[in-house]
């Protein structure tokens, strides 16, 4: 770009392999480092950061060799926009200047610094594409072709900056922060009457929205004692969660935990300060085995249920209708285990209907299935959205972004499978999860009992069935998903072939689905 001579592309092929040297240095050094260490330390987050660093680093020179690669014509030629492109590329080495200082100090200031100089570079970038194609009738087409291919190739690395500030960033503040939710970052710590220099970002989770979720703590603690959770998202789920955490707390204040502060910049994204809850999730005793902790958690659980139930219960009746949930989710599972959904099959000559055969004779009978009443329900009520308080003997609700009035059932149903999708075969642990299960059931018996709700046992068994088919798509483990697969299929047979005026006498096999 700078000579307009084909003679420097070998020296700059020749350095492809001592790239690779370098960061295959980089990755062995990074290793040794991290043997032995605890993973979840600030050293630790420092250097896996750092080495997301090299690798963002090397996808920029990656981007120069394709680049080169796609603009190389055998004779010497003159790019049509060559005082742009030399103040562009002087520009991005200044850049690149930067990035050596931020590994020193200042690594945060340095990767906001170059997030800002990103955009300034992406105008420039356009500017030189813009003055190429106005000479696109005095060049040659060849030329034209490759100036332009060379103009994209530019654009990629400036944007592959942006990538490179955002790792500088994260080599200070942790995973969490990038340059576009760094001013949401800044106003929470000042809601706290902090500096954000002050404290620490520590991830908390990894949700399949593609939600942030952290642990916000002051710097001098050990991580442990934390201030409050920050949580970032799409900004419609982030408003649904504001107000489902309202609609709760007036129910019960000590329900879920209080918004602190929310920030909607008007990028599509918001974020939400909430009140940190102690205590662990229902998952995690689940799978620690801790089989007093599950006991006192779903204890705590009955009661709190019990109580809310009753207090928003209302006389407007509910139609869940299970299987339209199954048909829109069903296209997902189908996409991770075509097997499982075949139209018909047959056994020695014997037809059996197919799935969604046996969805629609189901759905069918569902109109008649409805629920006497109407309840406050959370609306994504698996193991990990409930957290239990040892020391308050309390359970708390998060994520209430789904919660509405609607049938009980829904959110009784969803938690029996999450606790059944739980991919661990540890006997003991196993067996303590399938009794949680089989408690849940009970209780949520008893409570249809005491209201008179004579089609519960049916509709739970079209609820359990549409969450057995559609969580197949979050289990890789093709064992586990056939037996979650083979519970649905079953309970939609049973279901499908039901005499009328058997439906308020039918009983769920609880005993038989959850066993292993």
């Not at 006997?427 to 399938?434: I, V």
């Not at 046992?457 to 037996?483: H, Y």
């Not at 072939?497 to 009983?507: G, I, N, Q, R, V």
Request: proline letters at 3%.
């Amino acid at each position: 770009m700078t000579r307009s001579s084909a003679g420097v592309l070998p020296r700059i092929r020749g350095r492809q392999g001592y790239v690779r040297t370098l960061q295959e240095k980089l990755d062995l050094q990074c290793a040794q480092l991290l043997e032995r260490r605890k993973p979840n330390t600030p050293f630790a987050q420092r250097i896996t950061t750092l080495r997301q660093l090299g690798a963002d680093l090397a996808r920029m020179t990656q981007i120069c060799f394709d680049g080169i690669a796609d603009a190389t014509l055998e004779q010497d030629y003159q790019h049509p926009a060559t005082t742009s492109a030399r103040k562009l590329i002087r520009r991005i080495l200044r850049a690149l200047d930067l990035i050596k200082v931020g590994l020193g100090e200042y690594p945060r200031r340095i990767g906001i610094k170059l997030g800002r100089r990103t955009q300034k570079l992406i105008n420039l970038c356009n500017e030189v594409q813009e003055t190429t194609l106005e000479h696109k009738q005095d060049i040659d087409n060849g030329v034209l072709l490759a100036s332009v291919l060379i103009n994209s190739a530019l654009k990629r690395l400036v944007e592959q900056l942006a990538v490179v500030g955002e790792s500088l960033i994260k080599t200070d503040l942790g995973h969490v922060a990038t340059l576009d939710n760094y001013d949401h970052l800044r106003r929470s710590a000042a809601t706290l009457n902090y500096d954000l220099d002050d404290l620490k970002v520590r991830r908390l989770a990894l949700t399949r929205s593609g939600s942030a979720i952290a642990a916000i703590s002051h710097k001098n603690s050990d991580g442990q004692q934390v201030l409050a959770v920050y949580k970032e998202g799409a900004h419609d789920k982030i408003t649904e969660e504001v107000a489902g955490v309202n609609h709760w707390r007036g129910v019960d204040p000590t329900l879920a935990p209080d918004v602190l502060a929310q920030a909607s910049p008007g990028d599509g994204q918001s974020s939400l300060l909430i009140e940190h809850i102690p205590g662990k999730t229902l998952e995690t005793l689940l799978l620690e085995g801790n089989e007093a902790g599950v006991q006192q958690a779903l204890k705590a659980l009955f009661k709190t249920l019990e109580r809310t139930w009753q207090a928003t219960l209302t006389k407007e009746r509910s139609q869940a209708k299970f299987m339209q949930q199954l048909a829109k989710r069903l296209p997902d599972s189908r996409r991770i285990h075509p097997e499982f959904f075949t139209p018909v099959l047959t056994i020695c000559q014997h037809r059996c209907a197919g799935f969604e055969e046996l969805m629609e004779q189901v759905a069918r009978r569902e109109s008649r299935w409805q629920a006497p009443f109407s309840v406050l329900i959370h609306g994504d009520f698996n193991v990990d959205n409930l957290i239990y308080d040892k020391s308050e003997k309390r359970i708390y609700f998060i994520d209430l972004h789904r919660s509405s009035y609607f049938d009980y059932v829904q959110d009784i149903s969803v938690l029996m499978v999450s606790i059944y999708r739980l991919q661990t075969l540890a006997g003991r642990t196993r067996s303590l999860m399938m009794d949680a299960a089989q408690r849940i059931y009970r209780f949520a018996a008893r409570f249809a009992k005491q209201q008179q709700d004579s089609f519960f046992e049916v509709r739970l068994a079209a609820g359990l069935a549409r969450s057995f088919a559609t969580s197949t798509r979050f289990i890789f483990d093709k064992k586990l998903a056939s037996r979650m697969h083979l519970r649905s299929r079953y309970l939609l047979e049973r279901l499908a072939a039901l005499p009328s005026h058997d439906e308020e006498t039918f009983k769920i096999p609880v005993k038989e689905l959850y066993s292993e």
